[in-house]
T-cell receptor, first 115, second 114 residues
Framework: ETGVTQTPRHLVMGMTNKKSLKCEQHLGHNAMYWYKQSAKKPLELMFVYSLEERVENNSVPSRFSPECPNSSHLFLHLHTLQPEDSALYLCASSQVRETGGEKLFFGSGTQLSVL | AQRVTQPEKLLSVFKGAPVELKCNYS??????LFWYVQYSRQRLQLLLRHISRESIKGFTADLNKGETSFHLKKPFAQEEDSAMYYC????????????????FGKGTKLSVIP
């Protein structure tokens, strides 16, 4: 598949589990993002990796831990989540340029349910 | 801090009727504005950006700095336009720090009635 691929598509986990979400982009972009999409809130940026720099949203709890081993892969490690963390987690990528923002390409998302 | 407001959670129009999806923003500097769309069972994707001044699928949006608005318009709605629409803002001038963030509105669900 071309573009941005996320696995798994669906994940159900208990509050004591450890799981990881995976994202892979095949677009040659230099920036990758994790967004959280909840039913009653706007899309929330969680983390950005861009030009090997991580920009972190200060409001993200430590139970979410990102990892970006290279420019094509992005992980979100999950540990001791809460039921309110249930949401759609979207990965995106873009080509960051100094001249301005470039459009984001989104994956299909991982629908996470925390029991 | 910047904020994007989409006042309508749901907008229903008849096929062939004009459509206007409202978006207002608050930001003290010069923003770049986008509209993203999510059709049923498809991923979120860019529809258009103000800097390109383009028309995509018959939609246009003009940045009005005086009213801090970026409303999305289409003169004649089609059934295939039914989707979730998100207005988003990024900051200019570009920080140059290698990072770039989009602030999204809550979205408006457009339903086109046949």
């Amino acid at each position: 598949e071309t573009g941005v691929t996320q696995t798994p598509r669906h994940l159900v986990m208990g509050m004591t589990n450890k799981k990881s979400l995976k994202c892979e982009q095949h677009l040659g972009h230099n920036a990758m993002y994790w967004y959280k999409q909840s039913a009653k809130k706007p899309l929330e940026l969680m983390f950005v990796y861009s030009l090997e720099e991580r920009v972190e949203n200060n409001s993200v709890p430590s139970r979410f831990s990102p990892e970006c081993p290279n420019s094509s892969h992005l992980f979100l490690h999950l540990h001791t989540l809460q039921p309110e963390d249930s949401a759609l987690y979207l990965c995106a990528s873009s080509q960051v340029r100094e001249t301005g923002g470039e459009k984001l390409f989104f994956g299909s998302g991982t629908q996470l349910s925390v029991l | 801090a910047q904020r994007v407001t989409q006042p309508e959670k749901l907008l229903s129009v008849f096929k062939g009727a004009p459509v206007e999806l409202k978006c207002n923003y608050s930001y003290s500097g010069s923003p770049e504005l986008f509209w993203y769309v999510q059709y049923s069972r498809q991923r979120l994707q860019l529809l258009l950006r103000h800097i390109s001044r383009e028309s995509i699928k018959g939609f246009t949006a003009d940045l009005n700095k005086g009213e801090t608005s970026f409303h999305l318009k289409k003169p004649f709605a089609q059934e295939e336009d039914s989707a979730m629409y998100y207005c988003a803002l990024s900051l200019l001038p570009y920080s140059g720090a290698g990072s770039y963030q989009l602030t999204f509105g809550k979205g408006t669900k457009l339903s086109v009635i046949p």
